[in-house]
């Protein structure tokens, strides 16, 4: 299936690349938004990802783009540690959430719609979904819910699981979302949730604690004015209001961000 990177059009508009400018795509996943910036003007662009899985295809756009591309495997909270004073970057790109290959990688744990052994882990390594899922305490199930998730029915769902596992551990993607749907899909709540799967909140708030994405957004934009030229462009694109509601809170020379 081809890759196709979300607001391409929107991304290039704000950025607009030019011969000889440093890029930075905080958010390499399967290498679109690099490309097209690559392709866009001669310029570089280094990009990061804490996905193991997007190495393998940084390779493939390291072997066209040469020395015009790097890519570096991990986490962009650190990017302050990885740059020297004159790397300084021109434009920065941050997609934020998940990539379509980790949602489409039924093993990854990250989907509803495909069973597999609950993950959700973008590094591949730290405590899982699993662990969340089948450790944690109701209470603390609950708050992570309602945090992440924003969901009104986190206390009811928490119990459930907790009264599921206890019979037996919820091990699968579709374990977990059944229980949820039985429980979110009230009569007062069926209309509220029509447009979207009634797992959909939980699986999001679990995937974001999961792998900790609110601090992560947070701790790179504290760090990013350092490794910005006069005049950098920075975009951000969010896909829910807690992504957008930290961004927010600061204050950077031409940072644009977009809420899809």
Same mark, same amino acid.
């Given at each position: ?34 490309? @097209?910036?690559?392709?866009? @003007? ?25 020395? /015009? ?38 093993? /990854? ?97 679990? /995937? ?6 609110? /601090? ?21 694109? @969010? ?22």
């Amino acid at each position: 299936m081809e890759h196709i990177p979300v607001l391409l059009k929107e991304t290039l508009d704000i950025l607009k690349p030019q011969d000889g400018e440093r890029v930075l795509d905080c958010t390499f996943g399967g290498g679109g938004h690099s490309r @097209a910036i690559l392709d866009s @003007a001669n310029c570089y662009v280094c990009a990061i990802d804490r996905d193991p899985d997007a190495e393998r295809r940084a390779l493939e756009v390291k072997q066209l783009y040469g020395k /015009r591309f790097d890519f570096i495997h991990t986490n962009f909270s650190q990017i302050s540690d990885l740059f020297r004073e004159q790397q300084k970057f021109d434009a920065v790109l941050f997609d934020f959430g998940i990539s379509s290959f980790q949602i489409d990688d039924a093993e /990854r744990g990250f989907s509803f719609s495909k069973d597999a052994i609950l993950d959700m882990r973008m590094s591949k390594d730290g405590i899982s979904a699993y662990d969340v899922i089948n450790k944690f305490s109701e209470q603390e199930l609950a708050d992570i819910i309602w945090t992440y998730g924003n969901e009104p029915r986190s206390r009811q769902i928490a119990y459930k699981i907790t009264k599921a596992r206890s019979v037996a551990p919820i091990k699968t993607t579709l374990q977990l979302a059944n229980i949820v749907r039985k429980t979110a899909k009230s009569p007062s709540t069926i209309k509220k949730y029509s447009k979207i799967d009634a797992a959909t909140k939980t699986f999001q708030a679990i /995937r974001i604690f999961v792998n900790d994405e609110l /601090r992560e957004i947070k701790e790179a934009l504290e760090t990013l004015p350092k490794l910005l030229n006069n005049g950098a462009k920075i975009v951000t694109i @969010a896909f829910h209001a807690l992504e957008d509601r930290v961004e927010s809170t600061f204050k950077i020379c031409s940072f644009t961000w977009i809420l899809v």
